[in-house]
């Protein structure tokens, strides 16, 4: 299988089809769910999106997403965290073929979440998560209660729980001077959003 199959096959798979939530979005609630990967699947398929292996990271970068080539750039994966990572540079993939207006804090904690709910549902150990995705871990408690209980609808992140891991990625050295830092947030002429060119 190659990493493309592989990368098609996750987001076709049980779990993303499981994954949905809302969080707070421009004055409204943004929904993640299976659509947002059945779209970046069928854009790889119709070569609107490529899979490019490489290992040329960064330090502490495992994957990236490039918004302007609209490349999952990814080491060939691996096992279940290799699989959350890509789940995470799918959910950034997402925001930049629909051109969503979020910031790039939003946007990094709404991938950290999906990474860490795909853990959790195929048992990977959080002792194996990167640190960002140990911090989503509340809201991705409350997401999986809802689940479990059986309650219909969509669930929506919690609110203390959403504000800390924005914190936590707003302030984290990886995104700290990037559209995803501090200071894209609040200075007013900082560009705070990745490049979404559909």
Request: cysteine-free; aromatic content about 10%; proline content about 6%.
């Given at each position: 299988?190659?990493?493309?199959?592989?990368?098609l096959?996750?987001?076709?798979?049980?779990?993303?089809?499981?994954?949905?939530?809302?969080?707070?979005?421009?004055?409204?609630?943004?929904?993640?769910?299976?659509?947002?990967?059945?779209?970046?699947?069928?854009?790889?398929?119709?070569?609107?999106?490529?899979?490019?292996?490489?290992?040329?990271?960064?330090?502490?970068?495992?994957?990236?997403?490039?918004?302007?080539?609209?490349?999952?750039?990814?080491?060939?994966?691996?096992?279940?965290?290799?699989?959350?990572?890509?789940?995470?540079?799918?959910?950034?993939?997402?925001?930049?073929?629909?051109?969503?207006?979020?910031?790039?804090?939003?946007?990094?904690?709404?991938?950290?979440?999906?990474?860490?709910?795909?853990?959790r549902?195929?048992?990977?150990?959080?002792?194996?998560?990167?640190?960002?995705?140990?911090?989503?871990?509340?809201?991705?408690?409350?997401?999986?209660?809802?689940?479990?209980?059986?309650?219909?609808?969509?669930?929506?992140?919690?609110?203390?729980?959403?504000?800390?891991?924005?914190?936590?990625?707003?302030?984290h050295?990886?995104?700290?001077?990037?559209?995803?830092?501090?200071?894209?947030?609040?200075?007013?002429?900082?560009?705070?959003?990745?490049?979404?060119?559909g």
């Amino acid at each position: 299988m190659t990493t493309r199959q592989h990368v098609l096959r996750i987001l076709r798979g049980h779990e993303a089809s499981r994954i949905r939530f809302t969080f707070p979005l421009n004055g409204a609630n943004f929904t993640i769910d299976r659509r947002t990967f059945a779209k970046v699947a069928h854009a790889i398929v119709h070569n609107k999106i490529s899979v490019t292996v490489t290992n040329a990271f960064p330090p502490g970068v495992g994957a990236q997403y490039s918004g302007a080539t609209n490349t999952i750039l990814t080491p060939p994966v691996f096992g279940r965290w290799a699989e959350a990572t890509i789940m995470h540079e799918s959910t950034h993939a997402a925001f930049d073929i629909a051109k969503t207006p979020v910031s790039g804090m939003d946007e990094e904690a709404a991938a950290y979440v999906v990474g860490a709910l795909y853990s959790r549902m195929t048992g990977l150990k959080m002792s194996r998560w990167s640190p960002n995705t140990q911090a989503a871990r509340g809201v991705v408690n409350h997401i999986l209660h809802h689940y479990a209980i059986g309650a219909s609808g969509i669930p929506a992140v919690d609110a203390a729980s959403w504000l800390a891991i924005r914190a936590v990625v707003a302030l984290h050295p990886i995104y700290f001077n990037g559209p995803a830092g501090l200071p894209a947030q609040i200075i007013p002429w900082v560009n705070n959003q990745y490049t979404h060119n559909g």
